[in-house]
């Protein structure tokens, strides 16, 4: 049986003359006081991107609040349609596609509202608008939900969905209807 010479005095593997561990008297301290300073001047830097980091995400929460006051107070009609399907409506859509509430049109299809003559074109703009165009549809027909006709403009833009490709649709009231 060979005898360890590397090994301490419990049999364990030290390369430290019988140390387990390097103590502070193996280091100098010129080591030593370097060796805690960029550990000081490690935290600093990540306590400063932390604090970019914190400031950033309280940034981005706001931003997210004013843009969702603003697409919910908009006087135009705004919807996320993705899928094939209204992902989201805020009160103006609403109103003008004559329904009592967002959850009666989340899940829908627009083209079941849209007057025949006008479906060719309206999937033409949406093909396009998922693409990446910014595209206007003028005097287009509706027919509400609640049973009423309106003639609309609608303007077509991609937006970033989590499902997907989605298209932001803005209704406003038509010009010559």
Known sequence: MEVC???NDRGIYSPYDGESFLSPRDISIEYALLNRAFFALILIIASVFIEDYIANVEDLALSEERYRHQIEWSPEGILVYTE????YVNAAGVRFLGA???ESLTGRN????????SKT???ERENQAIIGARINMDNVGLTRQ???????DMSFAPVFSDKGSAIQIVIKNSGSG
């Open 121 to 123: 074109i309206f999937r």
């Open 100 to 102: 009592d509430n967002r």
């Open 84 to 87: 094939g399907e209204i992902a």
């Open 146 to 152: 609640d049973g009423s006709h309106i003639t609309v």
């Open 5 to 7: 010479t590397s090994c």
């Open 110 to 117: 627009i083209t079941d509202m849209i007057d025949p003559e």
